[in-house]
C-alpha cells in the first residue's frame, strides 16, 4: 500500500454508519478506494470491540481503526500503534464529578475491562445505558479497580447540558479534554482528538500522502480543520457552515468519488 497515496479518515456514528446500518454503497466504495491503493481510517469516539463488531456486521473495513477519540490506535488485523492511558487519580476526579454532580451513570473503557460505574444507592442504576455494556461497578468498587483508563464517557438527555458539562470538565481537570457528539461526551487525556489521532498514525506509519476527513458533529470539527475536510448534507448545520458546498455529500460513497478524482 502506497505511503504516497490519498488517506480518508471517517466519523463512523451518523458517518458511515447512518440509522444503524453501513450501506453497501459505502462498502463497495471503501474497496474500490482501497483497491486504487488508498487508505481507509475509521476515527470515532467508540471502544475498539464494539466498533469490529459493527464493522463486520456489515462486513466492511478499513485499514486503520482509530478509536476513543485517538486514545487507542490500532491496524485492522490487530496492531497496536499507539495508546495513552489517563491519569488514574484524574479519572476518579472526573467520575466523583459526574456522579454527585449530575448523577448520571458513567461509561469507562479500561485496557481490561469497560463498566457502567454507578453510585451503587438507587436500585435503577443497575439498569445498562451504555450499548456494549453487560456490568455495572459502583463508585466504591470502581475506586479500587480504576487503572489504565482510556477513556470516560457520558450520556445526558440533550446537547445544553452535555455541552455544560464538557466546558465544566474542560475547565476542571488540565490533564483531561471533553468532546461533546450531540448527547455524548467523550472525556480522554488533553491533547488527543481525531485531528491528533490521524496524526499520529499517518507519522506511525510514515504516511505522506493527501489527507481527508469527513465528519459530521462537533467532535469532527478538529480533524475537518485541519485536514481536507469533508461533511455530509444531513449534519450539524454549524458543521456544514464550516465546509464548501463542493466538500458536501449524501453519503461517504460519494466523498470517494471525489477525493479520487480530486
Wanted: proline share 2%.
Amino acid at each position: 500500500m502506497s505511503k504516497s497515496g490519498k488517506m480518508l479518515a471517517s466519523d463512523f456514528d451518523r458517518t458511515f454508519y447512518v440509522n444503524c446500518e453501513i450501506t453497501e454503497a459505502n462498502t463497495r466504495a471503501v474497496e474500490n478506494w482501497r483497491q486504487q491503493g488508498n487508505l481507509f481510517v475509521i476515527a470515532t469516539g467508540r471502544e475498539e470491540s464494539i466498533l469490529r463488531e459493527k464493522l463486520e456486521e456489515w462486513e466492511a473495513e478499513a485499514d486503520y481503526l482509530i478509536c476513543n477519540n485517538g486514545a487507542r490506535i490500532v491496524s485492522w488485523d490487530g496492531r497496536l500503534l499507539y495508546e495513552k492511558i489517563m491519569d488514574t487519580v484524574e479519572v476518579l476526579q472526573i467520575t466523583d464529578y459526574l456522579l454527585e454532580q449530575y448523577g448520571m451513570p458513567v461509561d469507562v473503557t479500561c485496557k481490561s475491562f469497560r463498566k457502567q460505574v454507578i453510585t451503587g444507592t438507587d436500585p435503577e442504576e443497575d439498569l445498562i445505558m451504555y450499548n456494549g455494556i453487560h456490568e455495572t461497578i459502583t463508585q466504591e468498587d470502581f475506586r479500587k479497580a480504576c487503572r489504565e483508563v482510556l477513556q470516560v464517557h457520558v450520556r445526558f438527555s440533550n446537547n445544553e447540558e452535555t455541552c455544560k458539562a464538557a466546558e465544566a470538565i474542560n475547565a476542571r481537570y488540565p490533564g483531561a479534554e471533553a468532546f461533546v457528539n450531540e448527547n455524548n461526551a467523550d472525556i480522554v487525556s488533553r491533547g488527543l482528538g481525531k485531528a491528533e489521532g490521524i496524526a499520529i498514525l499517518a507519522k506511525a506509519i510514515s504516511f505522506q500522502g493527501q489527507i481527508a476527513a469527513i465528519g459530521d458533529a462537533h467532535n469532527d470539527l478538529g480533524m475537518l480543520r485541519r485536514y481536507q475536510g469533508c461533511t455530509l448534507q444531513a449534519a450539524n448545520p454549524a458543521i456544514r457552515q464550516e465546509i464548501p458546498i463542493s466538500r458536501t455529500f449524501a453519503d461517504v460513497a460519494a466523498c470517494l468519488t471525489y477525493l479520487s478524482i480530486n
